[in-house]
């Protein structure tokens, strides 16, 4: 005699996921542990968010490039409360330089940059499901201004700057985590 047994939406969900899956921690979007980000506009081109250094040939601004087995792509997300998170790469974590998003017109033409870590809005992480696996990422101080974070092609208008832009339905405001 075989027995039946009743799968619940969490049995259904576990079995679902794969060993080839980041765990996300269900009180927020972002992955535990160290993961690469990339944007729907530029995974086919294998292209990665790098921070770069704040005195680095960008002025710290966090850049598109090639995925590579480099420190400055893989970014951690740490708690800082109220469902925000501060965002990191291995390459500056023990500089103590946390991702800001900066205002469209700010003093950085509204590039996402890497600055020391302080207790400053704009270092403030939100990832918003969007549908598909893709997250949209915004910061506490933009949110009010609907601005998300977009990723723009390394040779493009941004020279491959990320930064804050008017939240859109576009692929280069879509991250994924990898």
């Known amino acids: 005699m075989k027995k039946l047994f009743k799968l619940t939406a969490p049995a259904i969900i576990l079995l679902a996921i794969s060993s080839n899956t980041l765990a996300i921690d269900t009180g927020s979007s972002f992955p535990d542990g160290y993961f690469k980000l990339t944007t729907q506009f530029r995974e086919s081109k294998g292209e990665c ?14 850049f598109m490039d090639k995925c590579q087995n480099v420190t400055g792509q893989l970014w951690k997300a740490t708690p800082a409360g109220n469902g925000y998170f501060k965002l990191t790469t291995q390459f500056r974590e023990s500089k103590d330089e946390c991702l800001e998003g ?12 890497m600055d020391k870590c302080q207790n400053v809005t704009g270092q403030l992480w939100k990832a918003t499901p969007a549908g598909n696996g893709y997250f949209k990422l915004t910061t506490q101080f933009r949110e009010s201004k609907d601005e998300c974070l977009e990723g723009n092609q390394v040779k493009g208008s ?21």
């Open 49 to 62: 968010l790098e921070g770069n250094q704040v005195k680095g040939s960008m002025n710290g601004a966090a």
């Open 102 to 113: 900066n205002q469209v017109k700010g003093s950085m033409n509204g590039a996402a940059f």
């Open 158 to 178: 941004m020279n491959g700057a990320a930064f804050m832009d008017k939240c859109q339905n576009v692929t280069g405001q879509l991250w994924k985590f990898k």
